[in-house]
């Protein structure tokens, strides 16, 4: 067989869809973001990033820089290996400490993404718990769906964001069935969030263990930061509430909270966790400052939530078709591939402004979109540029506006 020319044909096949992915030569500068310096053709042009998921800014962070510095120093570059072959170190520690406070549970565990910690630890669940049934939001993140997948466990998926479509389904089974309901707070793609209390109520009711994904909302939401959960009063309804340490903490890295039995489970049988090396001193230190800092203050919240309802408005105002939530995302929809991709590659090439497209499979065919992520330190004139670069382009390529 020529398997370079079935590669090569597959991927032909993304280019005449539109949805063939490009990946933006992007330099970013301490204290200047969202302002960076792209790369393209030997030669380098100012850009303003708007679709970037450190949502706050926190990767820019003084404070974070500073930690990390001070850690590189002190600890040196890597970790040395996974943490039961190289040491548990104290960074570490600390971090799962605060986490572990940060939502209200006994303890926490780290891991080296997101993606990570939902396939390992709903993986492992599921392929643990004798005959477990995982109820799954139709929406789910791909780390969530690839995690049950691996788990082999028995997997229902239920209308999205939809309690009553949940109910229905957990009464086909007895209360004596293993059940794991698995779900997101904000989604991101959408914006939209999660009735979690509703979902809680349907989980008591029918015995069944909780797991919340809050990836897209920890540092954004509640007095500390602690997401959706925790705005709303519930995280201690909440059996597992899972997050990441690489969107608003500004760092990288994904935890679980839970219950010391819970988290010292996943620890001794996730071969997610158990074979991948720690994360770097570095990184643990710069994400505990973060976290710690956004414990103490709301000033980057309130910021970054101005600058979502001044991007939304001037939108709305020329007639840029946003998609409605109560979130911080701004989904503009195109709902065409190859106009989509063209805009995204015009915005950067003519008007300095890097707003990735978003495609097939990330978003259902026909739902195409540009995923718009104000942050506190865009200004008036960024959103200005903003808003008259999107009226240009959408007048050029004939799209509909919307009526306010």
């Not at 970037?52 to 850690?71: F, R």
């Not at 911080?328 to 063209?342: A, E, G, S």
Request: proline share 5%; charged share 25%.
């Amino acid at each position: 067989m020529d398997f370079e020319a079935l590669l090569a044909a597959r991927l032909d096949g993304l280019h005449k869809e539109g949805r063939y992915r490009v990946f933006a030569e992007i330099e970013r500068h301490a204290g200047s973001f969202p302002h960076a310096t792209r790369h393209a053709d030997g030669l380098k042009r100012d850009v303003t990033v708007w679709c970037s998921n450190d949502y706050l800014g926190m990767g820019q962070s003084p404070k974070v820089i500073a930690a990390m510095h001070e850690a590189l120093d002190k600890s040196g570059a890597g970790a040395g290996g996974t943490r039961n072959i190289s040491g548990n170190s104290h960074d570490h520690v600390l971090l799962e400490r605060e986490l572990a406070d940060l939502h209200g549970k006994e303890a926490a565990l780290l891991f080296t993404s997101g993606y990570v910690s939902n396939w390992a630890t709903l993986g492992t669940l599921g392929a643990s718990i004798p005959d477990c049934l995982i109820l799954s939001d139709e929406s789910n993140h791909a780390s969530m769906i690839e995690g049950i997948r691996h788990s082999r466990a028995e997997k229902r998926i239920w209308r999205h964001n939809d309690p009553k479509d949940l109910d229905r389904i957990l009464c086909e089974y007895g209360p004596e069935r293993p059940k794991i309901i698995a779900f997101e707070s904000v989604y991101s793609m959408d914006g939209d969030i999660a009735p979690i209390a509703e979902i809680l109520a349907v989980a008591e009711r029918h015995g069944a263990m909780t797991y919340l994904d809050e990836v897209h909302a920890v540092g954004l939401y509640g007095p500390y930061g602690g997401g959706i959960a925790e705005r709303e009063g519930l995280m201690n309804r909440v059996t597992i509430i899972e997050g990441t340490l690489g969107k608003a903490f500004g760092v990288m890295g994904g935890y679980i909270t839970g219950s010391a039995v819970v988290c010292d489970f996943i620890r001794s049988f996730a071969s997610g966790f158990i074979f991948s090396t720690a994360l770097p001193p570095a990184v643990v230190a710069g994400a505990l400052a973060s976290i710690r800092h956004l414990k103490t203050s709301n000033l980057e919240r309130d910021r970054h939530q101005e600058c979502v309802r001044k991007v939304r408005s001037r939108l709305n105002s020329i007639g840029i078709p946003c998609l409605p939530n109560p979130s911080h995302i701004v989904p503009v929809m195109v709902c065409d591939p190859v106009k989509c991709k063209w805009i995204g590659d015009i915005l950067l090439d003519r008007y300095g402004i890097y707003l990735q497209p978003i495609n097939y499979p990330t978003v259902p065919r026909g739902t195409e979109r540009l995923r718009i992520t104000p942050s506190p330190l865009h200004t008036d004139s960024d959103i200005d540029h903003l808003a008259n670069s999107l009226s240009d382009l959408w007048s050029k390529c004939a799209l509909a506006r919307q009526v306010a």
